[in-house]
């Protein structure tokens, strides 16, 4: 057995990488990475350069991890700024560093991949291992695995990682029959104001429209891009997908990608995009061409439980931030990342910091539960 550092996840097939995925998580599946690379919205030039971690018996892949060499910190949502402030501050390099994680998308899924019938154990220390192994041999400053499951975040603490508590917002399904029935659990102030949002974008003239990749047009996909870009010209940042990625995942992602139009006077106004796996909706990208009051809400979230009621998904993750989620059923949930640096003396200065911060995250995750919607607030 031996492990393979590869530039491109087309080193493998996608029959081969996508055995060692039980499907559930749209993110890791071999259509989704490889279109980020067939557009070159990961390169060198974007400062994402493909570098994933392949485990062959043979000529068969049995393990993996989807890696990237990064030389910055942008489109990751585990923000590491200030350590790598302190390296320069002391005339050290953070960049480059090696991570394990889907660019540009801050949801937890599998990072540490294993087909069936392999000895997971010995794949995932082999895994872990090698990715430390590489920034010794390479002098990259640090490893880390962003967003991996709760499962693997013990894998990786239990292999020497530091492991570091995010928080993020969740709506999970508690067999609800539908929206009504969603609202009927929670408190009357809150239904109101969800009611509220949602007539006033009727109120507004303002219909939506719900499409699967598949039964979008060029010019479709366009639409989405145009949309996209604007999010970025109005919070000032660099955009870095592109209209042949969007393209890409519709065709061969199918009925995992969910396009939300929201449409004014005949004219589509603004879009949400989702994709899905086996039993959890997940929001990606939002994008608006005119202002309509709790457009935002009623296209990103509200059409997105309404998704998730009608075809029994347990679960729907809206993306990264955003406390006025909570208000709307989403309950704060723990997220992971692990992390290993190869400077003992900034290993041991991280690790008095994640010791510090551990605790503080845990007690304001626990604190913002008090500002969920439901009558029972253990609901």
Not at 64 to 75: M, R
Not at 160 to 176: A, E, F, P, T, V
Not at 251 to 262: C, T
């Amino acid at each position: 057995m031996q492990i393979e550092v590869c530039d491109s996840i087309a080193k493998t097939t996608a029959a081969e990488w996508n055995l060692l995925t039980d499907g559930s998580n749209p993110f890791v599946r071999y259509e989704f990475l490889s279109a980020l690379e067939n557009n070159k919205c990961v390169d060198a030039e974007h400062g994402w350069h493909p570098c994933h971690l392949m485990m062959k018996d043979g000529d068969a892949l049995i393990a993996a991890a989807p890696a990237y060499l990064k030389t910055h910190s942008y489109g990751e949502f585990v923000f590491d700024w200030a350590w790598a402030e302190a390296y320069e501050r002391h005339g050290a390099t953070y960049y480059p560093k090696l991570i394990s994680a889907i660019p540009f998308t801050p949801a937890t899924g599998p990072r540490l991949l294993v087909a069936d019938g392999q000895d997971r154990k010995h794949c995932t220390e082999a895994l872990m291992s090698a990715a430390v192994a590489l920034c010794q041999q390479q002098n990259f400053s640090s490893a880390h695995w962003l967003f991996p499951t709760a499962e693997e975040a013990q894998e990786l603490e239990q292999g020497n990682y530091m492991l570091r508590m995010g928080c993020q917002y969740i709506w999970s399904n508690d067999s609800y029959t539908d929206f009504e029935d969603f609202l009927s659990r929670c408190t009357s102030k809150k239904r109101k104001n969800m009611r509220r949002e949602r007539k006033r974008v009727q109120e507004q003239g303002v219909t939506l429209q719900l499409l699967h990749g598949k039964e979008l047009k060029s010019e479709d996909w366009q639409q989405v891009m145009q949309f996209y870009l604007d999010t970025f010209s109005r919070k000032w940042g660099n955009p870095t997908l592109n209209h042949g990625f969007f393209s890409e995942i519709g065709q061969s992602m199918g009925d995992d990608v969910i396009i939300v139009f929201a449409s004014f006077e005949g004219k589509r106004v603004a879009c949400s995009v989702m994709l899905k796996g086996t039993d959890t909706l997940y929001g990606r990208y939002w994008g608006c061409a005119e202002e309509f009051h709790s457009l935002h809400f009623e296209a990103c979230y509200y059409q997105g439980i309404d998704y998730c009621i009608a075809n029994g998904l347990k679960r729907f993750e809206p993306g990264a931030q955003g406390e006025h989620k909570i208000g709307r059923g989403f309950v704060p949930t723990p997220t992971w990342s692990a992390h290993y640096l190869t400077n003992e003396e900034f290993s041991d200065a991280v690790q008095r910091f994640l010791n510090q911060e551990r605790p503080l995250m845990e007690k304001h995750c626990e604190e913002l539960h008090q500002l969920l919607p439901f009558r029972n607030t253990d609901g």
